[in-house]
């Protein structure tokens, strides 16, 4: 039986929901059909949070969208969903669906099933991950419907599975990272017996995909809570499986465990004007332990061969696992052995070549993270070494390329009649 709180007993206005969304509601409303805010932008918007996308659920059908919204897009194999756009902004909007008959449930890539089955909002509701994200926000009254026991969750700061965990985990293994992440962004607890169920279950995260599961790894460091999502994924026994490698070194040594998370912890503090950072930076952070590990190995003062060659054994496990681009594996093999010649300067302007690669932003970004994670190496303040990053890259903009003529000569227009006989 649902729950529903009237607009009396919760904190949600219409004014913190954004206009494009209440466009695509109010029309949704408007032609007859029930159309819901849903998901994380209603848990959010309780949690008095600004959501960075907001949902829309409705019993229209794709096709019925589509002759909706002109700017209206269909994807999806799994199942379609229907994009409304608004200029760079998608409000992503989904039909109603429920748990197919088990004759007509087939298995899509990566172990998540693949149907089409529409349904009720009740039954939408119990297709969703955690209760916390299974609330609903009713245009038309104003209420917060809730059919999972969501609202009692989130005043129990409890991160829980809808239905029986060891079901829905193998259904879809991704669901035992996005409950860590919750947790570690929310600063919740995660409910004893969806805790066990992702112990148990940790091996079935082989079974995903391969692209989701990289995306995914690239979502743990979001919402700059990746310290907290990291030490769970160690205690839940995921980062061995995840990354085994980094497990390794972190298992039965209290001082590296440390260091990693002083690192991340750093990351996650990071000044205001780097909000966003490059996956350079995020598998930066998470290796930087191994590789400073392994590079002691090779000596009091190793070379830049020995510099590389053991960058790249830190990181070829990750990119054999992830298929991840060969353009970033490439960066790191720089970027990694560059931060032990940053972190000891104090002024950007003795950084020499290294500010003149494309990957400098991302190594001064990490040397920050690595000099603050380090209380007691000095460095000049970020601000400094991104102005300095930005001068010397307009300066470069405006020089001339070597051995370029400072005139283009055009070549010469070919005739367009017979050739004169000689």
């Known amino acids: 039986m649902a729950v529903v709180r009237h607009r009396s007993e919760h904190c949600i206005s219409r004014t913190n929901i954004d206009p494009d969304a209440l466009t695509v509601l109010y029309r949704l409303k408007q032609a007859g059909f029930d159309a819901y805010l849903v998901g994380g932008a209603v848990r959010d918007l309780l949690l008095g949070l600004h959501p960075k996308d907001f949902d829309v659920g409705t019993s229209a059908h794709p096709r019925d969208i589509r002759n909706l919204f002109r700017n209206c897009f269909l994807v999806g194999r799994r199942f379609r969903l229907a994009h ?32 089409n089955t529409f349904g009720t909002p009740a039954e939408d509701a119990l297709r969703r991950d955690f209760t916390i994200n299974g609330l609903f926000y009713d245009i038309r009254s104003f209420d917060v419907i809730d059919y999972v026991g969501g609202l009692t969750d989130l005043e129990k700061r409890l991160v829980r599975c809808i239905g029986d965990p060891d079901v829905r985990f193998p259904e879809d293994p991704v669901r035992m990272m996005r409950a860590v992440r919750f947790a570690s962004r929310f600063k919740f607890q995660i409910e004893p017996a969806t805790y066990i169920a992702i112990e148990r279950h940790a091996g079935e995260i082989r079974k995903a995909a391969t692209a989701r599961l990289l995306e995914e790894v690239y979502r743990l460091f979001a919402a700059r809570s990746s310290e907290g999502t990291f030490r769970h994924l160690l205690q839940s026994g995921l980062m061995s499986v995840l990354m085994p490698e980094l497990a390794d070194f972190l298992e039965d040594s209290p001082e590296r465990q440390d260091a990693c998370w002083r690192l991340l ?23 930087h332990g191994v590789y400073t590990q392994r590079l002691r190995e090779c000596g009091s003062e190793p070379s830049i061969h020995d510099c590389t060659e053991t960058a790249a054994g830190v990181l070829e496990p990750f990119f054999e696992r992830y ?5 970033l594996f490439y960066s790191l093999l720089h970027l990694l052995p560059a931060i032990h010649h940053l972190v000891n300067e104090t ?15 991302a190594a001064v970004v990490l040397m920050d993270c690595v000099a603050r994670a380090d209380h007691e190496r000095p460095t000049a303040p970020l601000s400094k070494w991104l102005m300095a990053l930005e001068s010397r890259r307009g300066a470069h903009d405006h020089l001339p390329v070597h051995g370029a ?18």
């Not at 608004?86 to 899509?108: H, L, N, W, Y």
């Not at 298929?323 to 353009?327: G, I």
């Not at 003529?405 to 050739?419: A, D, I, L, M, V």
């Open 405 to 422: 003529h400072p005139r283009r000569h055009e070549p010469e227009q070919r005739r367009s009649g017979p050739r004169p006989r000689a």
């Open 84 to 115: 409304v756009r608004f200029g760079d902004k998608v409000i992503e909007t989904s039909t109603f669906r429920c748990e197919p008959d088990a004759g007509s449930i087939q298995m899509a890539e990566g172990g998540r099933h693949r149907d």
């Open 265 to 287: 912890g750093a990351l996650d503090s990071r000044p205001p004007e780097v909000d966003l950072v490059s996956p350079e930076v995020l598998l930066g952070v998470l290796y």
């Open 323 to 327: 298929q991840a681009p060969k353009r």
């Open 347 to 361: 002024d950007p302007e003795h950084a020499g070549r290294w500010m003149n690669q494309e990957w400098a932003r």
